[in-house]
């Protein structure tokens, strides 16, 4: 298993308060990764710490290691070998739980960031939105009506447009945080099946509190509880019917 990401004794820290406690685990490259746990068990903090974005927190430190695999090399978030925090966050890119396309067209929710983030201009900028929109399904959505506010577009458009945005910044792995949260059954069991057929070109970690979710689109599923793994296993491994709830019962 190539790793696409690993913890190694890693703690995070808002304040005195632990939140993670020395976790080592490895994530698979080219798969979905799963972090399943209670309410403050830290998920989301642990998949924000793979980008750097728990930095903007007052208070938050950690110790331990933490590394992502850029370019084919890992690299550490943090730290003076780690990259710059923009070109952290291009490459590791982040989609949240609740759709935030900027109060712009849907056009400039794709092209300002290109300009912005990557450099990249006019008809090469066209070029990557209308790719990026063509990988997340939403292009005969909007090919249309580019120049509309985002914010006409359903919450599960919402969310596919955050993707593509993310997607257009080419990066290596993609973070999820509980993408699926605010969107209705169609809307979800779209960008569901969407995350399966990114997982060919993307290394995706994604925190879900749905376990069903989980199953039906991660190859791997790390337990959380109270900032500790208390599992991390193939998705193949989990048993079925009645065993399941004495199952989760052990690692939730």
Request: proline share 6%; glycine share 8%; hydrophobic share 45%.
């Amino acid at each position: 298993m190539i790793p696409c990401a690993v913890a190694e004794k890693f703690s995070a820290f808002f304040g005195s308060r632990p939140v993670l406690s020395e976790i080592s685990l490895s994530f698979s490259e080219k798969s979905v990764t799963a972090l399943l746990g209670r309410s403050g068990s830290g998920k989301t903090t642990l998949l924000r710490s793979l980008n750097g974005l728990n930095d903007h927190f007052a208070g938050f430190r950690s110790t331990g290691d933490l590394s992502v695999r850029l370019g084919g090399i890992l690299r550490p978030v943090r730290g003076p070998d780690a990259l710059p925090a923009s070109e952290l966050r291009r490459r590791v890119g982040m989609v949240f739980q609740n759709p935030n396309p900027l109060p712009l067209s849907i056009r400039r929710n794709m092209t300002l960031p290109l300009s912005l983030v990557a450099g990249t201009e006019g008809e090469e900028a066209e070029g990557v939105m209308r790719e990026a929109f063509v990988k997340v399904g939403l292009w005969p959505e909007v090919s249309h009506r580019l120049d509309r506010p985002a914010a006409e577009l359903s919450g599960g458009q919402q969310q596919r447009l955050c993707l593509a945005r993310a997607v257009a910044l080419k990066p290596e792995i993609l973070l999820l945080d509980e993408p699926t949260a605010s969107l209705d059954y169609l809307a979800a069991a779209g960008v569901e099946e969407l995350i399966l057929s990114l997982k060919e070109q993307y290394s995706i970690i994604m925190v879900s509190h749905s376990f069903a979710q989980a199953r039906r689109v991660a190859d791997t599923l790390v337990f959380l509880s109270d900032g500790r793994v208390s599992a991390a296993l193939p998705v193949s491994d989990v048993p079925l019917g009645a065993d399941i709830g004495p199952f989760l019962e052990r690692y939730l």
